[in-house]
């Protein structure tokens, strides 16, 4: 299945550009907030990308404390000097995600939070509407959009305040099965990752002080996720699929959040695309909003 590509370059793995070792994306002095942390998933790769780039203090929410200890002990072994904190709770769970949030806070360098990686998601099992199991199914909402509310509502009183034109950064992991054709068995998925996404544009439109950008961050088959629909991709229609490595999903995150690439605020961007191509694109970004923003086509 053809992902739709607006730059010539489509990347699987990381490029010179997004290095998080290139002085112009470091985020020396930054404070970073990752949920959805595991080892060997996304949010894991993320937060290496960051420990690489020089961040000095990084959070790990999630749900399982071993996981998250193994996520801190990769990155002190690439940046001792960083600070990672873990949190254990739920995102459903207000009150945890507040505490989590507050004392993350207070303990970062500045007393407030530079960047805040929304990456946790729940992958219900996949099966017919009529064949789901309706806790399950419904899971996937409760994380991915009441757990995402909760997020940002205790991240606002903790944002750094923009100081001469730079802002605090919130990314939103969303996915490109919000727009691409029916697969089986996706309804609870890709129906609370749509919901996600207009969460989060409303979160940019009524908060202009943030840098939000939504990001695809490619096909990674060793998320934990990716369990669940391992056995789909056995399928010959997938025999050409080319998966992503972590390390072009965690790199193209840390540039996301630099100031290059701030024209590409309140948009949807692929981890998949060029960032040269992407910087070349800057003005006409800057005069047609519907760009890299869903929309409704084709009824009128």
Not at 96 to 119: C, E, H, M, W, Y
Not at 259 to 286: C, G, Q, S, T, Y
């Amino acid at each position: 299945m053809a992902i739709p590509c607006p730059t010539k370059v489509w990347h699987s793995d990381t490029y010179p550009a997004i290095s998080p070792e290139q002085p112009r994306l470091s985020k020396a002095g930054k404070s970073v907030f990752i949920t959805g942390a595991s080892p060997g998933g996304i949010g894991s790769g993320i937060a290496t990308s960051f420990a690489r780039a020089g961040a000095s203090a990084i959070g790990l929410f999630g749900r399982k404390p071993a996981n998250l200890a193994k996520t801190k002990e990769a990155i002190a072994a690439i940046a001792p000097e960083a600070a990672v904190h873990i949190y254990t709770g739920d995102l459903t769970d207000a009150a945890s995600v507040q505490r989590a949030v507050s004392d993350f806070a207070a303990k970062s360098p500045s007393g407030t939070i530079d960047i805040l990686v929304a990456n946790a998601a729940y992958l219900a099992d996949l099966d017919t509407i009529a064949g789901s199991d309706p806790a399950d199914w419904w899971a996937g909402f409760e994380t991915n959009i009441l757990g995402n509310f909760h997020l940002v509502r205790a991240f606002f009183p903790h944002a750094t305040p923009t100081k001469d034109g730079k802002s605090a950064t919130i990314v939103h992991i969303s996915s490109s099965a919000i727009y691409i054709p029916y697969i089986p068995g996706f309804s609870s998925y890709r129906g609370s990752k749509i919901g996600a996404h207009k969460v989060f544009e409303y979160v940019a439109q009524e908060h202009p002080d943030i840098h939000v950008v939504q990001v695809h961050p490619g096909l990674i088959l060793t998320s934990e996720l990716a369990t669940k629909f391992s056995s789909e991709l056995e399928d010959p229609k997938y025999a050409n699929l080319v998966a992503d490595t972590m390390a072009l999903s965690g790199d193209f995150v840390n540039w996301a959040c630099s100031d290059e690439a701030r024209f590409l605020r309140d948009r949807m961007i692929h981890a998949n695309w060029d960032v040269e191509e992407l910087k070349a694109m800057a003005p006409e970004l800057a005069n047609d909003p519907t760009k890299f923003n869903l929309g409704l086509l084709g009824l009128f």
